[in-house]
């Protein structure tokens, strides 16, 4: 079945260092979503991607879509502590577009 | 202010016995959905409604029943016959399908004395 697949899994870095994490469907994407988790919290929206190679920025954050529409990556430039937490990729489900496929997820601890 | 409320914030269970999860929107959207979320799994679908008195079920429905009798409210029953029961409960809305970003409730921690 269609999968959405992320890596890495989990991600230590130092403050002030930088922070990629991927995301590869199985299948082509209309569209991609991006949600951080805190620790303890729900899951917030950040951001989605529709068009093929689009790029969007958010402050330090960089979103990019493939061109192929099927992989996705979040880039932080220069981590801090407030960015702490789970980072889920998700993308509709091309059976049923009302259902979206979640990947597992990139946690990223980031140490002062 | 408007968002989804999630009811109670933690929840005990014993054998045999069915319990209700509340999840309350006022942004007046049309869709809703109840997601479990297992540690290092991710979210999974339980069910899901677009439209008054109509849900369907998810990719986990075995265990649970919704109902959708009011738009702004969409109650999950966690039945006895959901054997593995604790989970990080999930309720979000969107405008209308998935295509939309997702709005989520704070959650229900659910456990099983």
């Known amino acids: 079945g269609q999968q959405v697949m992320q890596i890495p899994q989990y991600q230590h870095v130092q403050e002030g260092e930088d922070f990629t994490t991927y995301c590869n469907s199985s299948t082509t994407l209309s569209n991609i979503q991006w949600y951080k988790q805190r620790p303890g919290g729900h899951p917030v929206f950040l951001i989605q991607?529709?068009?093929s190679g689009e790029v969007k920025k958010q402050k330090r954050l960089t979103f990019q879509f493939g061109e192929a529409k099927k992989n996705s990556s979040l880039h932080i430039t220069a981590t801090q502590t407030t960015d702490v937490g789970t980072y889920f990729c998700a993308g509709p489900n091309a059976g049923n577009n009302r259902k979206l496929i979640w990947g597992l997820g990139t946690s990223l601890a980031v140490n002062p | 202010d408007g968002g989804i409320t999630q009811s109670p914030k933690y929840l005990f269970r014993k054998e045999g016995q069915n319990v209700t999860l509340s999840c309350e929107q006022n942004l007046n959207h049309d869709a809703m959905y109840w997601y479990r979320q297992d540690p290092g799994q991710g979210l999974r679908l339980i069910y899901y409604s677009q439209i008054v008195n109509d849900f369907q079920k998810g990719d986990i429905a075995e265990g649970y029943s919704v109902s959708r009798e009011k738009k702004e409210s969409f109650p999950l029953t966690v039945t006895s016959a959901q054997k593995n029961p604790t989970a990080f409960y999930l309720c979000?809305?969107?405008?209308?399908?998935?295509?939309?970003?997702?709005?989520f409730g704070s959650g229900t921690q659910l456990s099983v004395l």
């Open positions: 979000a809305s969107s405008i209308w399908t998935s295509n939309e970003k997702l709005f």
């Open positions: 991607l529709v068009k």
